[in-house]
């Protein structure tokens, strides 16, 4: 039987995003089979010139995020590129911006004025605030909605300031949540032939990601604080420091995880303690248990804590740095990290490889490198609008 193709091949996307949020989502589309036309500015997504680390003339930051994409150049100040941004939208199934709200309204490039000429186009806006709202005219980036979300109060240590998380989530969420929204608009499209026009506010996704957080304070009215190296229900859900100096983490959130923890770390008399006996009492009383755990972890070092709490059956892990992690066996046989060759005077890159992964033989879309700044004028205007012809300054 033929391997079945990637599941959104012949799905054409436009692309107007810059930075991580949008060219997040744009690239997981791409992953996915999608056939994702990237429009930059004559001078190219801003992103490609981040500092400080450079292939060619390309950042690191730009290539992490904008495999398996063409790239075309418009120029929107010129009516020639506000054209043909246009006829491609006419001929695009999905179409996604990032832009803040009204920029491509004083264009003349609106869901409404393009859904009359392609009736079927998903149009996604991602914006840090939303469509509407009092806040819709501000500029967002990553760490404002995680400051304005909560999401920050809750990172850092319980007596230290609040921190930014390490990963931008406010940016991944948000393009996590768009293409969540376009594959629901793309199924629907299949059943009625009428695409929908989706407002995906990087804040609300901040929002929706304080999940049991916020029914904390909903629910139980208690404002939630910082976690530090543990959790604020599970006090057996933490990390720990060995006698080596190296971080692990243990996740024994059930009685019987409790009951390994305790053989591993040979503190059977914690068994016998009332205040240890079930969950609720470990949670009253966490503030006499966890020096407790911490000084056992003390005596031996990570990796044979870890050999011992494995082999109880006990959830644990080293804290890797990104070069370990990286590097781990497992997760280079999950093919998270791809290898491209070089291309003509391009050298070779590694990149992060695709997270879905498909097990009834069918194929994940090829990974290709990341597009020079356009780079693929030509081929696009003849596989999208039947022509080779490209104007003076646009579509270059």
């Not at 292939?55 to 506000?82: E, I, M, Q, W």
Request: aromatic share 6%.
């Amino acid at each position: 039987m033929t391997a079945p193709p990637p599941p959104l091949t012949g799905v054409r996307v436009l692309d107007l995003t810059t930075f991580l949020s949008g060219p997040y989502a744009t690239q997981i589309l791409a992953d996915l089979g999608a056939d994702v036309v990237k429009v930059e500015p004559p001078a190219g997504d801003s992103s490609r010139a981040i500092p400080p680390h450079f292939v060619d003339r390309d950042s690191a930051y730009y290539l992490g995020v904008n495999r398996n994409k063409r790239s075309v150049v418009a120029n929107l100040k010129t009516p020639d590129g506000v054209q043909l941004l246009g006829e491609l939208a006419r001929v695009a199934d999905v179409v996604i911006e990032n832009y803040r709200p009204g920029v491509l309204a004083r264009l003349g490039l609106t869901y409404h004025e393009l859904r009359p000429h392609n009736p079927g186009v998903v149009w996604c806006s991602i914006s840090g605030f939303g469509q509407d709202g009092p806040y819709r005219d501000r500029p967002a980036y990553d760490m404002i909605v995680q400051a304005m979300s909560g999401g920050m109060s809750l990172t850092g240590l319980p007596d230290g300031p609040p921190v930014r998380s390490g990963i931008p989530l406010g940016d991944l969420a948000a393009g996590m949540y768009a293409v969540i929204g376009i594959g629901a608009a793309l199924h629907q499209r299949a059943q009625t032939g009428v695409g929908r026009a989706l407002d995906i506010s990087m804040l609300d996704c901040q929002i929706s990601m304080l999940s049991y957080q916020g029914a904390y304070h909903l629910l139980a009215g208690v404002t939630p604080g910082r976690q530090g190296r543990g959790h604020d229900s599970i006090p057996t859900y933490r990390a720990f420091t060995a006698a080596d100096g190296v971080d692990l983490v243990v996740t024994a959130n059930t009685d019987g995880m409790w009951r390994a923890l305790c053989g591993v770390l040979d503190r059977a008399e914690l068994l016998d303690d009332p205040r240890f006996a079930d969950a609720a009492g470990r949670q009253a009383h966490r503030a006499e248990l966890e020096p407790l755990l911490e000084k056992s972890f003390t005596t031996r070092p990570a990796a044979e804590w870890l050999d011992r709490l494995h082999a109880a059956a006990v959830p644990a892990a080293p804290v890797h740095t990104v070069p370990e992690a990286l590097a781990d066996p497992h997760v280079r046989h999950r093919d998270m990290v791809v290898d491209l060759p070089a291309d003509g005077d391009l050298p070779a890159l590694q990149l992060l490889g695709n997270p879905v992964k498909f097990t009834d033989g069918g194929r994940e879309a090829a990974p290709a490198r990341p597009p020079r700044l356009g780079e693929h004028a030509a081929e696009v205007l003849r596989d999208w609008l039947g022509t080779g012809n490209v104007g003076e300054g646009e579509a270059s």
